[in-house]
C-alpha cells in the first residue's frame, strides 16, 4: 500500500496516461494498468469532491462558465481545498516501480514528472516497508 498526497495524485494524473501507452514487459504494463486505474478512480473522487465545494461556496459565471467566490468564501473555499490536496490517501494494491523494472524503454522527462510516489530508483519492498 502506497500512501500519496491528493495533490501529487492529481498532478501526476496525465504522467501516468501517458506511461500507460509505453510498451513495457508484461509484468510492468501490468502494474501500471492497475496503479493506474486506482487513480482514475482516486482522480473522479477528487474532481466530484471538487465540483461539489465550488457549488457551496461559489456560483457560475454566465459568461466565463466558470466560478466565481463571493470575498466572504474565497479563503474559506481556498483553505478547504488547500486541505483536501495536502490530504493523504492510501493506494491499496499499487506498488512502487523502480527504474531498473522498468528496463531501457525510452520515456520522456516530462512524461516521468511528477511520478516520483511510483517510480524510485530502488523499489522497497513490503516487508521492508513494514519495518
Known amino acids: 500500500m502506497l500512501k500519496v498526497k491528493v495533490k501529487d495524485v492529481v498532478d501526476s494524473f496525465p504522467a501516468m496516461q501517458d506511461l500507460a501507452r509505453v510498451n513495457f514487459n508484461a509484468k510492468i504494463s501490468f502494474a501500471i494498468a492497475k496503479a493506474l486505474r486506482k487513480v482514475t478512480k482516486e482522480v473522479e473522487i477528487y474532481d466530484n469532491t471538487r465540483v461539489k465545494t465550488c457549488k457551496k461556496y461559489g456560483k457560475v459565471d454566465k459568461k466565463s462558465n466558470q466560478y466565481v467566490f ?11 481545498m488547500d486541505e483536501l490536496m495536502n ?3 492510501e493506494l491499496n ?39
Open 70 to 80: 463571493p470575498d466572504d468564501k474565497k479563503d474559506v473555499f481556498d483553505k478547504e
Open 93 to 131: 494494491g499499487i506498488r512502487q516501480l523502480s527504474i531498473d523494472e522498468l528496463g531501457n524503454v525510452q520515456i520522456p522527462p516530462a512524461a516521468l514528472n511528477g511520478l516520483d510516489w511510483l517510480i524510485v530508483e530502488r523499489a522497497v519492498s513490503n516487508k521492508e516497508n513494514l519495518n
Open 87 to 89: 490530504s493523504t490517501i
